[in-house]
């Protein structure tokens, strides 16, 4: 774990320079609220041609969130990024050659994903120890996979390499606890649609789905 808390805490420190240019912009006497985190994305294998269930994948980002007014329920901007990085061994339905009939083909996949997104956000915060919020809005992604398959008498699945851009749209929704004045914990989870889209050797595979996370939250 502790290489991706290391990534998370970089990742939160990128960020800083955007928090301050928006907590600038914001009212002052509201302060900027920000998230660094470690989670999982699910992808749904809707591939018949992948054996195995969904993909799993790890991810970390930050994000920032500014408030322009409210009261108990605050409205603002919110902007921020998320990474995922996968290395895993799938198996493929493929066809075995000149003797015609299918076998299973094994394949080292690996991929390194990131998404920007850019939204609107509302906070209910009852008191300063607790806050609720939910968010939506556009995101861009940028994604590299590569297909390394075992040895076989396959031809049918080769090495690949694919670099691939998209768009989309997210909505996510959290919890905020926080331990001091800048400082405390935090869970959500998000849920996207994106046009991003790897065409793996045996098929397509769509980076769309559901992501959860936990990590810190910090006032600035």
């Known amino acids: 774990m502790t290489p991706y808390l290391v990534l998370i805490i970089c990742t939160g420190m990128c960020l800083l320079p955007i928090g301050e240019v928006l907590s600038q912009e914001a009212i002052e006497i509201e302060p900027l609220t920000g998230h660094a985190f470690y989670g999982k994305m699910i992808i749904p294998n ?14 970390f980002g930050a994000d920032a969130q500014s408030p322009f007014g409210g009261g108990l329920l605050k409205y603002g901007i919110e902007t921020g990024a998320i990474f995922s990085f996968d290395s895993n061994e799938q198996r493929f339905r493929a066809s075995s050659g000149s003797n015609g009939g299918t076998i299973a083909v094994s394949a080292e996949v690996e991929s390194f994903m990131m998404d920007y997104f850019f939204g609107g956000y509302l906070g209910l915060e009852p008191s300063k120890w607790f806050r609720l919020y939910v968010g939506a809005g556009p995101l861009l992604i940028w994604g590299i996979q590569e297909t390394e398959p075992d040895k076989s008498d ?54 769309e789905g559901l992501q959860y996370y936990f990590g810190i939250a910090f006032r600035f």
């Open 154 to 207: 396959s031809e049918d699945v080769t090495s690949n390499s694919e670099i691939e851009f998209g768009a989309g749209l997210y909505a996510r929704a959290g919890i905020d606890i926080f331990l001091s004045e800048q400082f405390g914990l935090n869970i959500g989870a998000r849920i996207n649609e994106t046009t991003l889209t790897f065409e793996d050797t045996a098929g397509n595979v769509d980076i």
């Open 46 to 59: 809707n591939n018949s041609d992948i054996e195995g269930n969904d993909f799993d994948i790890s991810i």
